[in-house]
């Protein structure tokens, strides 16, 4: 890896915690606390790739009152790949506050690149309820909206979110939206398909019968998913700052084309 100057990476992903720009505070939900978190490291510009050259990956998070974490590993050219996952034990997330996560890269002559940091919280104090997953109103036997779905699906997609019991008037609620390039939520998310909305603060016929919401415009949240395409919902629950509940993930299958058609349907 070669040094062209100061350069930052992005902060790094971690599994299982919501990205900063959802949650600038990086909640780690509750169950990674006792199982430990996977720091994800993307491969960096200008890695080693002769004979001879090395590459040092340290990944650092430390917290006020805990031992500093500092997680080093070489890699020669035969070890590179697509993304580094980096294990980090739950013996580090034992105090609760508030932490700082990053990594640093070392070329072959000890050159430095870093990433900026994120934040990570770590809060034993509250339990998150595992809530049922949304569900959908219009999708068929099969999990589908398609070019048959009524009302249309270019009119918004109808969300269904359960009756909330144990929660309290005052909590908000957030659903999230993803979109995805193939079937199952298992491919590359369509990043300009995301979408958020907000509840800032629950009523009593809300916690006792759910509530329902519509995905919508059709531009940009629906219309990027075309053939063998899904999409996910995931809401939580917050009292404050703090998390208190957190659904199960729910997904629909979406497809746009017809059978003999090339145009998919839609406006």
Excluded at 167 to 193: H, M, P, Q
Aim: aromatic residues 10%.
């Amino acid at each position: 890896m070669s040094s062209n100057g100061p350069l930052n990476f992005d902060p790094p992903q971690v599994i299982g915690v919501l990205d900063p720009s959802l949650d600038p505070e990086g909640y780690i939900p509750y169950p990674l606390l006792s199982k430990g978190i996977d720091v994800v490291v993307p491969l960096w510009p200008s890695h080693a790739t002769q004979p001879g050259e090395r590459d040092k990956l340290i990944v650092r998070f430390e917290q006020t009152g805990q031992r500093p974490v500092e997680i080093i590993n070489i890699y020669l050219p035969a070890d590179m790949k697509p993304e580094f996952v980096i294990h980090i034990g739950p013996m580090y997330l034992l105090s609760d506050g508030v932490g700082e996560l990053w990594y640093e890269v070392y070329d072959t002559a000890d050159h430095p690149t870093f990433s900026n940091r994120r934040k990570l919280t770590i809060d034993h104090a509250v339990i998150p309820i595992n809530l049922k997953p949304a569900t959908f109103r219009d999708v068929d036997g099969s999990g589908y909206v398609n070019c048959s779905t009524s009302p249309a699906i270019w009119t918004g997609i109808w969300v269904l979110i359960p009756p909330l019991p144990g929660f309290k008037v005052g909590d908000r609620c957030e659903v999230l939206w993803r979109g995805y390039s193939s079937l199952n939520i298992s491919g590359v998310e369509i990043t300009r398909a995301r979408w958020k909305d907000l509840r800032p603060s629950l009523s009593s016929q809300d916690i006792q019968s759910g509530y329902s919401l519509t995905v919508q415009p059709y531009k940009p949240h629906i219309e990027p998913m075309v053939n063998n395409a899904s999409a996910s919902v995931l809401y939580r629950i917050f009292r404050g700052a703090r998390l208190v509940g957190s659904s199960e993930l729910a997904f629909l299958r979406i497809d746009r084309t017809v059978p003999g058609q090339s145009i998919p349907c839609g406006p």
